[in-house]
């Protein structure tokens, strides 16, 4: 899975917004060290920075294009490390003060652990800060699902599916209700109102080429166009588009604040 991160960030506004509401549900004054899991480009670190003035903050990703963008874009502020890895398998050296993740930890499976042994690498009163995309029982997901089963694309693109990979909020209050003297869920759906693209393609496949259409391009090679000319099909069916060319797409997330206790 290779990031793009100009694609990503074609739609910057409609992506930070949710990191932004995140943020401001921290419950501390001046945490020291914050861990930016899953960081991407670089950009809601840099939110982060300016909330949290005199915090250090790592940045963890998998992805050296999106790493390289970060690296670039806060080349002189000793603030940020940038550090390649896989977050399944990341430790922290010490413990953070705040665990943030932003639009990551739904590409990573089995939660009911994850979530736990994240609270583990808190130092008292820390705080766990997560939102993650919570739409893929919307018709945009499920036309790229449907795509992915039909029989010409199957037998490459069905496995790649992941169809639910958040699960209720309840299951996220009980993992952590145990561990976390303070818990903060939510669910927020968001009316996005995407403009027209310049070259014409439907906004919504643009959106989705940032993000999750990224696991299918390098499976399907030379074929992914045609992939994806069959999945915009069905989403033209499914959200007609507006006189002026945009369309307007309902979008899910759903926020996870735990604090440690002392
Ligand atoms: C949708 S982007 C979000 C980037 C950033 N947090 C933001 O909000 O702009 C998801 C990021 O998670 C990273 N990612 C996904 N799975 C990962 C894993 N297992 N280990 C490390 N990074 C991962 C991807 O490389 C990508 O940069």
Same mark, same amino acid.
């Given at each position: 899975?290779?990031w793009?991160?100009?694609?990503?960030?074609?739609?910057?506004?409609?992506?930070?917004?949710?990191?932004?509401?995140?943020?401001?549900?921290?419950?501390?004054?001046?945490?020291?060290?914050?861990?930016?899991?899953?960081?991407?480009?670089?950009?809601?670190?840099?939110?982060?920075?300016?909330? %949290?003035?005199g $915090?250090?903050?790592?940045?963890?990703? +998998?992805?050296?294009?999106? =790493?390289? *963008?970060? /690296?670039?874009?806060?080349?002189?502020?000793?603030?940020?490390?940038?550090?390649?890895?896989?977050?399944?398998?990341?430790?922290?050296?010490?413990?953070?003060?705040?665990?943030?993740?932003?639009?990551?930890l739904?590409?990573?499976?089995?939660?009911?652990?994850?979530?736990?042994?994240?609270?583990?690498?808190?130092?008292?009163?820390?705080?766990?800060?997560?939102?993650?995309?919570?739409?893929?029982?919307?018709?945009?997901?499920?036309?790229? %699902?449907d795509? $992915?089963?039909?029989?010409?694309?199957? +037998?490459?693109a069905?496995? =790649?599916? *992941?169809t /639910?990979?958040v699960?209720?909020?309840?299951?996220?209050h009980?993992?952590?209700?145990?561990?976390?003297?303070?818990?903060?869920?939510?669910?927020?759906?968001?009316?996005?109102?995407?403009?027209?693209?310049?070259?014409?393609?439907?906004?919504?496949?643009?959106?989705?080429?940032?993000?999750?259409?990224?696991?299918?391009?390098?499976?399907?090679?030379?074929?992914?166009?045609?992939?994806?000319?069959?999945?915009?099909?069905?989403?033209?069916?499914?959200?007609?588009r507006?006189?002026?060319?945009?369309?307007?797409?309902?979008?899910?997330?759903?926020?996870?604040?735990?604090?440690?206790?002392?």
């Amino acid at each position: 899975m290779t990031w793009d991160p100009a694609q990503y960030l074609k739609y910057e506004g409609h992506r930070l917004r949710p990191a932004i509401d995140l943020i401001a549900r921290i419950p501390l004054a001046a945490p020291g060290t914050i861990v930016d899991l899953g960081c991407g480009a670089g950009n809601v670190a840099r939110v982060l920075a300016d909330r %949290f003035a005199g $915090a250090t903050i790592d940045g963890v990703d +998998s992805d050296k294009a999106m =790493l390289a *963008r970060a /690296r670039e874009s806060t080349a002189t502020d000793p603030r940020f490390r940038w550090n390649e890895g896989d977050l399944a398998h990341w430790h922290p050296p010490y413990p953070v003060d705040v665990i943030f993740s932003n639009a990551a930890l739904h590409w990573l499976g089995a939660h009911d652990a994850l979530f736990p042994a994240l609270m583990q690498k808190l130092a008292p009163h820390g705080v766990l800060a997560v939102q993650m995309p919570d739409n893929h029982a919307a018709p945009s997901h499920e036309a790229l %699902f449907d795509t $992915a089963r039909s029989l010409r694309w199957r +037998s490459l693109a069905e496995p =790649l599916m *992941r169809t /639910r990979p958040v699960a209720p909020l309840e299951s996220y209050h009980a993992w952590l209700a145990p561990l976390a003297h303070k818990l903060d869920l939510w669910r927020t759906t968001y009316l996005q109102a995407l403009p027209p693209t310049p070259s014409g393609e439907h906004p919504i496949v643009a959106w989705m080429r940032g993000s999750t259409l990224t696991p299918f391009v390098p499976v399907l090679g030379a074929d992914a166009e045609a992939f994806v000319a069959d999945f915009a099909a069905r989403v033209e069916a499914a959200y007609p588009r507006q006189r002026e060319g945009g369309v307007l797409f309902p979008f899910s997330r759903v926020f996870v604040v735990a604090q440690r206790g002392a």
